[in-house]
Every structure is written in C-alpha cells, then in structure tokens.
Nanobody
Framework: VPLQASGGGLVQAGESLRLSCAASGSIFSINNIRWYRQAQGKQRVLVAGITTSGTLNYADSVKGRFTISRDNTKNTAYLQMNNLKPEDTAVYFC???????????WGQGTLVTVSS
C-alpha cells in the first residue's frame, strides 16, 4: 500500500510534533503499522507499532512521550511526539505490513530535528 509520511520539522527540546502516515487504497485496515527512525550514520530502528487490532508497542526510549494511533476511516496513522529531545532527531519512516500477504510497504521519510 502506498504510504505518505508528513509532519516533520524543526522544533526545540520539550516541544511536540505529530507525524502522519497516509495510505492510499482500501486495505489500510489489514496492515500493521510501524514507525521507524534513522539518525544520521545509524541504523533504522523501530520506534512504535500498532497492530490491526490496536495492540501497541514502543521502544523504551520513547515510552511515555510518544503515542501511536490509527484512524482506519481516514487510512492514516499518527505518531504524536511530546517532550522531544535532541536524541529524537532522525528521519522517521512509516511502514505497513499486510497481515494476510506479508507485503511490506514503506513511505518516504520525514525529517524531525530537535534543537537543544
């Protein structure tokens, strides 16, 4: 499923951003959604995930600060990021995994920069 990530930007430490991951097509609801991030010079890592049934998981580094959600009526997933820290600076990617076919789709990244 084609994905479009948006919402990144430059903020100061302690501020918030909300990322969106919009999918085209009518099969969004049968995809698990995950947000990953990749800091410069580092590997891409999982930040948060939400299954088709709404089960959530988070990386320890973002627990209590980030919230992942989805609105299947809008074919969109979100990542609310509060109390941002400089170490959250990265390119954020959304990923959709079809639970029936196993097909994996990636959106283009959106850059989040947090200044201290």
């Amino acid at each position: 499923v084609p994905l479009q990530a948006s919402g990144g930007g430059l903020v100061q430490a302690g501020e918030s951003l909300r990322l969106s991951c919009a999918a085209s097509g009518s099969i969004f609801s049968i995809n698990n959604i995950r947000w990953y991030r990749q800091a410069q010079g580092k590997q891409r890592v999982l930040v948060a995930g939400i299954t088709t049934s709404g089960t959530l998981n988070y990386a320890d580094s973002v627990k209590g600060r980030f919230t992942i959600s989805r609105d299947n009526t809008k074919n969109t997933a979100y990542l609310q990021m509060n109390n941002l820290k400089p170490e959250d600076t990265a390119v954020y990617f959304c990923n959709a995994g079809n639970i029936f076919t196993g097909q994996n789709s990636w959106g283009q990244g959106t850059l989040v920069t947090v200044s201290s």
